[in-house]
C-alpha cells in the first residue's frame, strides 16, 4: 500500500499529474476516492474510477505477493523443482542417441535451438516432433498437440503425413506386443486424421507477421490448452534482411526471446526454434557460425547443432545445463528422423571443435 | 502485411491521429516499438496497451489453418501439387515432380543443360492436365539471353509428335510462354514485383529465372568491402518475394544457378562444403570440360549460404563421360539423394535406361 503513484502502470499524462497534484502513495489515491480525485486533478469521473481500479487491481497482487500467496508468485524451493523436473515429460525424437545426449529427449518448458546448414535435416526434425508430441502417455509420450509456424515455406503436409504413419505403425506394433487394454483404447484416438488435425499450422511471410503471432500466442495456448509444443521453423529467415538497424534487431529478438521463454514456463510446452549457419570470415579461415549473432546465443537453453561429416549427418549438443557436450550420428529415412543402424559407428565423443574458445571435456571413462 | 494502416487494424480515429504526430501509421511502425514507449506514445494505461498490442497483431498475423485442412486441399486437387517433368525416375523421387508452392534451383557448370531444363519444363507447363501439365503461361525471365525459340518448338516437336501435329499447337503453346530480358539485378527486382499483377491476368502457372547467378555476379563483386551484405540482401528480398508467389498462386518457381570454384590459397574452406552433393563434386569435377586436374579449390553452388537456405529443392546437373551427364537432387524435403543419368537430345533432356518418351 505504500508503494509510490509512479511505479503504477498508469498512461504517463495521469502519472504527470499526480506528481504534480502531490500524490505519493497508492495509498493516498485509494483514500481519496474517484470524486474528490477527478476534483483535485482536473480529469472526469469515469477516469478517476479507472485509474483506481487499476491501482486497486496493482495492490492486491502486490499483498498477495508479499503474503506468500500461490499463482502469481514463482518462489519455490530446489526439491519441488527437483519433483517437477523429474515428473516430466520429454518429447522423443524416434533416434535414441539423440535423445540420449538431450537426457530423455526434448524437455518441456524449455528452448531449444537446432541450428544447421541448408538441407541438413532441421525441418525435418520439426516435423517429427510435431508428430511425436502427439503420442498418448501409455507409449511414454506426452500426449499433447503442436503449433507449427513456419517461416521459410518448407513444411510439406505430404511429408508431415508419411511421418505420422510411420509413428502410428509403430505405436501398433508395440500395442500388439504387449496387449493392454489402455494401449487399444489410446490407439482409436491416435490415427493420421487425429495427428494431422493436431498440428496447427501458420505461415509468417515477414517478421511483422512472426512478432505479431507470438504477441497473439498465450491467448491462442489458453484456448488450446494440450499444445505441448510450438515451433518455429526459420527464426533466421526473416530477421536476415531489409533489416539496416541491427539494434532495432538485436532489440526485436531478445524481446521474442524473452515472450518465447514465459510461454514455454506458462503454459508448460517446449520451443523448439531453428536457425541457419552464416559464414564468419575471420583473419586466416571463415567458419560456419549460428546465425542471429552472439547475443541470440544466449537465448535458447539448449543448443544442437547438425552438420556433416563426408556423407553422414551429425548432431552435436553444444549448449546444454544439464548434459555433457557429445556428437552423435543421425539419419534421415522415409519413415522420419531415426538412428544410424549399428554397427556401424562407435559414438564419437570427442570434440568436433565447434567452439575454439570452451575447454573441450575430457572423457574419463572409455 | 507489414505496411498496413493503423487506421485498417481498427484502432480508434484519434489514436491513429496522436501516433501519426509521432510518424507511427503503420503495423510496422507500431509493432517495433517496447511497451514502455507504446505506454508513452498512447498516453494509455498498461493493460490498455497490451490490449491494443492484440488487436494490431490480429490484425497483421496469419490466419491458422491444420495440417489436416493443408492435406485435404491438396488432395483435392491433386494434379495441381506437382508439376511432371516426364524424366520418370526423377518425378518418382520427387514423388510427383517439380512442386508446386516452392522454389526449385537447378544448378550445374555451364553447357550442362539448364536451359535446355527450363526450356523442357515451360512446354510441359503450357501441356493440358491430362497429359501432365498446369495448362497455363509460363512465365519467364532470361539474364544471359539463352533462351530460344527455335529450341523451344524443336522440343515440343520431337517430344510430343502426336500433341503438336499441327502448326496451329505450336504457335499456341509458343504465345503463352512470355519473355522478359533483364540484364541488372534491379530490374530484375523489379519485374518479380509485377509479376503478381501478371500471374493473375494471364493465368501463369510457372515462373522461370535462368539466371539468378549471372546477374548477381556480374554486379556484387564479393571481394569487396560490404557487397556481400548487399547481395545477401537483394537475394533474400528475391527470395522472399518468389516464395510468397509460389504459394499464393500455387505454382512452381524454377531457378538457375551457377558452380563456383572457390580458389584459397591451398586451403579449401571448409565452411563452403555445406552438403554432401558438394563433396561428390570434389570427387567428380574432372569430367568437367577445360578443368584439367583438381587444383586447390572446391567447387560449391554460387551466390552463398542465405540462398541454399532459401531454396526448398535443389537439383544439380553435372558432367559424367560426355555425352551422358548426370543429375543430382541434392536438397529436397521429400526426397533422398538420388543420381540419374541423362543426355541431351532432340527432344530434350532423356535419362537413360528409360525409353524415348513414349508418343501419345
Known sequence: MQRAVGSLPLGPALRARLAAAGFQTAQELLDTGPCGLSREIGISKEEALEALQVVRQECSGDAAKTAGGAGTTRKCTALELLEEEQAQGFIITFCSALDNILGGGVQLTKITEVCGAPGVGKTQLCMQLAVDVQIPECFGGVCGEAVFIDTEGSFMVDRAADIAAACVQHCRLIAEAHQEEDHQKALETFSLESILSHIYYFRCRDYIE???????????????????????????????????????????????????????????????????????????????????????????????????????RLATLYKSPSQKESTIPYTITPHGFRDVQPPAVTQNTESTEMNPRKRPRREEEK | MAAKKLRRAKLPQELCERLSRYQITTCQDFLCLSLLELMKVTGQSYRNVQKLLCQVSLACAPKMQTAYEMKVRRSVNPSSAFLSTTLHSLDEVLHGGVPCGSLTEITSPPGCGKTQFCILMSVLATLPVSMGGLDGAVVYIDTESAFSAERLVEIAGNRFPAYFDSDEKLFCMTRSIHLYRELTCDSVLKRIKSLEEEIISKKVKLIIIDSVASVVRKEFDTQLQGNLAERSNFLARGASLLKYLAEEFSIPVILTNQITTSLSNGLAIPADLVSPADDLFLSEVSGAPGSGKKESGCVTAALGNTWSHSVNTRLILQYHDLPTRQILVAKSPVAPFSVFFYTIEKSGLVLQGSEIYPAL
Open chain 1, 210 to 312: 512472426l512478432l505479431a503471432q507470438v504477441y497473439l500466442l498465450p491467448d491462442f495456448l489458453s484456448e488450446h490448452s494440450k499444445v505441448r509444443l510450438v515451433v518455429i521453423d526459420g527464426i533466421a529467415f526473416p530477421f536476415r534482411h531489409d533489416f539496416e538497424d541491427l539494434s532495432l534487431r538485436t532489440r526485436l529478438l531478445n524481446g521474442l526471446a524473452q515472450q518465447l521463454i514465459i510461454i514455454a514456463n506458462d503454459h508448460k510446452s517446449a520451443v523448439v526454434l531453428t536457425n541457419q549457419m552464416t559464414t564468419r570470415i575471420g583473419q586466416s579461415q571463415s567458419t560456419l557460425v549460428p546465425a542471429l549473432g552472439e547475443s541470440w546465443g544466449h537465448a535458447a537453453t539448449v543448443r544442437l547443432i547438425f552438420h556433416w561429416d563426408k556423407s553422414q
